[in-house]
């Protein structure tokens, strides 16, 4: 120790310790073997291993099972405005390094992969979109904010999406709206990528309107669409649709559950001058009627949302999974493809890819991966974090 600690301490277990040497953030309530009597809501407490060394400092949560989530290992770090306000810089320049040319739409805030936990910021142009997920963050989110606009000029409004039940369990309420008393006047914007334009309802849409994370993916699908008979299931607003519609595929049908995300993609396809048919249904009920409808296909995308969103469910998640791949499989001759996806965590890499050799296996079909992919470089991953590392994007070939 380096200095004079002010603040409350807070003593763990062996495991715990352990835990938090390989990387990983979290400190759950049942690991605290000593803490002070009181501990105010949502502030900075160190954490010590049971030879008192020091292991590092986070925000204190009081009713959540994730009771610390850390901030910092240095003991010479303080956590004023000024140190928030770096994460966020660091942050924002990471993003202009690495997606460049998209910089103008991308995720700016990425949560524990950018030491700010529980936080996801999306950028929509002059609009950003958060959603808050712990107490301590939700009580710093106007120096976070102050600091975006800062590093941002252009900046025109913040719309908060804190609509996720996590919340409740940080004792925070639900609701969505503009930060502050200035914003657009309208919660509907236009974003362009990969040379698609797209309508974007930052009230509305799925999670913070729009799914960043494919945007490198979608190019993939591009790049092999050409001349294909396409199928896109959970379309949402059309994305890949879209894509294998701009890459010259010869017909494109795109399928969602949801009529109002299908009148999007209409409005997003007629936006671009891309034809695509649409076809609402459930994918586990549309796939066998297009078998029963001798429907044929070169190329199939899966792209359904989390299946699963807590370790409990997961063998229903794994079954849903293998029933509606093999079920894209069987629409697939010989050299057809299939671009699959999960964005559970709770789902890993090695389990997604056993669970398409299940699918194959009872579709009867060989395959072969031609391609693993993740979500996009503005969504970094934190190697000891699982839950940073939750998109699976697999590309295969029916042989």
Same mark, same amino acid.
């Given at each position: 120790?380096?200095?004079?600690?002010?603040?409350?301490?807070?003593?763990?277990?062996?495991?715990?310790?352990?835990?938090?040497?390989?990387?990983?953030?979290?400190?759950?309530?049942?690991?605290?073997?000593?803490?002070?009597?009181?501990?105010?809501?949502?502030?900075?407490?160190?954490?010590?291993?049971?030879?008192?060394?020091?292991?590092?400092?986070?925000?204190?949560?009081?009713?959540?099972?994730?009771?610390?989530?850390?901030?910092?290992?240095?003991?010479?770090?303080?956590?004023?405005?000024?140190?928030?306000?770096?994460?966020?810089?660091?942050?924002?320049?990471?993003?202009?390094?690495?997606?460049?040319?998209?910089?103008?739409?991308?995720?700016?805030?990425?949560?524990?992969?950018?030491?700010?936990?529980?936080?996801?910021?999306?950028?929509?142009?002059?609009?950003?979109?958060?959603?808050?997920?712990?107490?301590?963050?939700?009580?710093?989110?106007?120096?976070?904010?102050?600091?975006?606009?800062?590093?941002?000029?252009?900046?025109?409004?913040?719309?908060?999406?804190?609509?996720?039940?996590?919340?409740?369990?940080?004792?925070?309420?639900?609701?969505?709206?503009?930060?502050?008393?200035?914003?657009?006047?309208?919660?509907?914007?236009?974003?362009?990528?990969?040379?698609?334009?797209?309508?974007?309802?930052?009230?509305?849409?799925?999670?913070?309107?729009?799914?960043?994370?494919?945007?490198?993916?979608?190019?993939?699908?591009?790049?092999?669409?050409?001349?294909?008979?396409?199928?896109?299931?959970?379309?949402?607003?059309?994305?890949?649709?879209?894509?294998?519609?701009?890459?010259?595929?010869?017909?494109?049908? %795109?399928?969602?559950?949801?009529?109002?995300?299908?009148? $999007? *993609?209409? =409005?997003?396809?007629? !936006?671009? &001058?891309?034809?695509?048919?649409?076809?609402?249904?459930?994918?586990?009920?549309?796939?066998?009627?297009?078998?029963?409808?001798?429907?044929?296909?070169?190329?199939?995308?899966?792209?359904?949302?989390?299946?699963?969103?807590?370790?409990?469910?997961?063998?229903? %998640?794994?079954?849903?999974?293998?029933?509606?791949?093999? $079920? *894209?499989? =069987?629409?697939?001759? !010989?050299? &057809?493809?299939?671009?699959?996806?999960?964005?559970?965590?709770?789902?890993?890499?090695?389990?997604?890819?056993?669970?398409?050799?299940?699918?194959?296996?009872?579709?009867?079909?060989?395959?072969?991966?031609?391609?693993?992919?993740?979500?996009?470089?503005?969504?970094?991953?934190?190697?000891?974090?699982?839950?940073?590392?939750?998109?699976?994007?697999?590309?295969?070939?029916?042989?």
């Amino acid at each position: 120790m380096k200095q004079a600690r002010s603040f409350p301490a807070v003593t763990v277990t062996k495991k715990q310790e352990n835990s938090l040497k390989k990387g990983h953030p979290w400190i759950y309530e049942d690991e605290i073997t000593e803490q002070p009597e009181t501990v105010e809501n949502g502030s900075v407490v160190d954490v010590f291993g049971a030879k008192h060394n020091y292991l590092g400092s986070g925000l204190w949560s009081q009713i959540s099972r994730i009771r610390i989530r850390i901030l910092s290992h240095n003991a010479n770090d303080t956590y004023d405005d000024a140190f928030f306000a770096r994460r966020v810089s660091y942050a924002v320049k990471y993003r202009k390094e690495v997606m460049k040319d998209d910089f103008s739409c991308c995720r700016l805030i990425h949560g524990e992969a950018d030491g700010l936990p529980g936080v996801t910021v999306d950028r929509y142009g002059d609009i950003l979109v958060s959603e808050t997920a712990s107490y301590g963050m939700e009580q710093r989110k106007a120096v976070l904010y102050e600091a975006l606009k800062k590093e941002i000029p252009e900046i025109k409004g913040i719309y908060e999406r804190n609509e996720d039940e996590i919340r409740l369990k940080e004792g925070l309420e639900l609701y969505k709206g503009w930060y502050g008393e200035e914003h657009p006047e309208t919660c509907i914007t236009e974003i362009t990528e990969n040379g698609i334009i797209y309508e974007v309802d930052v009230e509305n849409g799925q999670k913070t309107g729009f799914f960043l994370d494919q945007k490198y993916n979608r190019l993939a699908v591009r790049r092999l669409a050409e001349g294909k008979h396409v199928l896109d299931c959970c379309t949402h607003t059309g994305s890949f649709a879209l894509n294998a519609a701009a890459g010259k595929a010869a017909s494109v049908t %795109a399928m969602d559950i949801s009529g109002s995300a299908l009148d $999007m *993609a209409r =409005k997003n396809a007629e !936006r671009n &001058g891309l034809d695509i048919v649409f076809r609402q249904g459930d994918v586990f009920e549309v796939l066998p009627q297009l078998k029963a409808e001798h429907a044929f296909f070169d190329f199939i995308i899966l792209d359904p949302p989390a299946f699963t969103k807590s370790r409990k469910t997961f063998r229903n %998640a794994r079954s849903g999974y293998r029933q509606i791949n093999s $079920m *894209a499989m =069987k629409l697939l001759g !010989r050299g &057809g493809y299939l671009a699959t996806c999960s964005c559970s965590h709770f789902m890993p890499k090695e389990e997604f890819v056993s669970m398409l050799c299940d699918a194959a296996s009872d579709a009867g079909v060989g395959i072969r991966i031609i391609e693993q992919k993740g979500a996009s470089f503005d969504h970094p991953v934190i190697p000891n974090i699982p839950e940073t590392e939750y998109l699976k994007f697999v590309l295969l070939q029916i042989i």
